[in-house]
């Protein structure tokens, strides 16, 4: 199973490729540091991949680590210290484990329960004006990274983990890829969306489209069980998928930044890079639970 979603993985990456030689005769110049991100994206997907392929112990405690990068990045991006930074932190991380030990029943009272804390303790503090800043962004790191997060680590428990994780994870990777390489070989439609202003609408269909194929090539590749709805999963997943990068894009440019952190060459930090996978977790999650 593994070597034929490798081929997929190799297949996708080699159209990718031909498009970014076909950027030399394009109107966007390549940059000079674009096939050594490339490399690292391509690298990135397939030690993920193998992560998940190995084991569910191994790819648990892999998704905690990476919750854990994108929770600091998080932080440090939005200047939150001390007790602020503390209880992002560490209600992310519970909120995680809660869902790798006990299942979806108690997730979402876990939430609702830490979400209601973090306010309380800044209301009832010396500087509740000041702590209440500093909790509307733990509370919104909280959610978009902990809360959504978890959803990666209640597929460790599921039956079909590998499969799962390669669909979820290879039709989020590849819109995104495909959506910035289509995007720049055809750059039309450019700015309409203000959060992300080098977005444009060609990218957006290539993306869409590139997913929905690459859902339907893991599809029949691993046998996933909802063999019939794959592509009504891959298009929800997709569309969640940018509007993860959306609200990323709109966060660093309302601080900003250019990117959360620099742990990746060429593509920032852990959380510019899971931000839509966080964000498509969720409905994956509960439209192949059923």
Request: charged share 10%; glycine share 12%.
């Given at each position: ?58 790819y648990a405690l892999s998704m905690l680590g990476i919750l854990a990068m994108a929770l600091l990045e998080f ?216």
């Amino acid at each position: 199973m593994f070597a034929r979603v490798l081929a997929v993985t190799v297949a996708c990456f080699s159209i990718g490729a031909v498009l970014m030689l076909l950027q030399r005769r394009g109107a966007v110049p390549r940059r000079p540091t674009s096939w050594r991100k490339y490399g690292v994206y391509v690298l990135f997907v397939i030690g993920m991949l193998a992560l998940a392929r190995i084991g569910a112990i191994l790819y648990a405690l892999s998704m905690l680590g990476i919750l854990a990068m994108a929770l600091l990045e998080f932080r440090h991006v939005v200047g939150l210290r001390g007790r602020a930074a503390v209880g992002l932190v560490g209600a992310g991380l519970t909120v995680a484990l809660v869902a790798l030990l006990a299942g979806s029943s108690s997730l979402y009272a876990v939430v609702v329960m830490w979400a209601l804390v973090m306010i309380a303790a800044a209301a009832l503090s010396h500087d509740p004006r000041g702590d209440m800043w500093h909790t509307a962004w733990s509370v919104t790191g909280f959610i978009a990274i902990g809360a959504s997060g978890a959803h990666l680590l209640l597929l460790a428990q599921h039956p079909d983990r590998f499969p799962c994780f390669a669909f979820l994870f290879l039709v989020v990777c590849g819109g995104d890829a495909f959506a910035e390489l289509v995007g720049r070989r055809w750059p039309m439609g450019r700015g309409f969306i203000q959060a992300s202003p080098n977005k444009t609408l060609s990218g957006v269909a290539g993306g869409v489209v590139a997913a929905l194929i690459i859902g339907l090539a893991v599809n029949a590749a691993v046998g996933f069980r909802v063999a019939g709805i794959a592509a009504v999963i891959a298009l929800a997943v997709t569309i969640a998928g940018m509007m993860g990068d959306l609200v990323a894009s709109g966060l660093k440019r309302t601080f900003g930044v250019k990117d959360f952190a620099t742990a990746l060459p060429g593509h920032g930090g852990v959380l510019d890079r899971v931000d839509s996978l966080l964000f498509a977790a969720p409905p994956f999650y509960w439209l192949i639970r059923g």
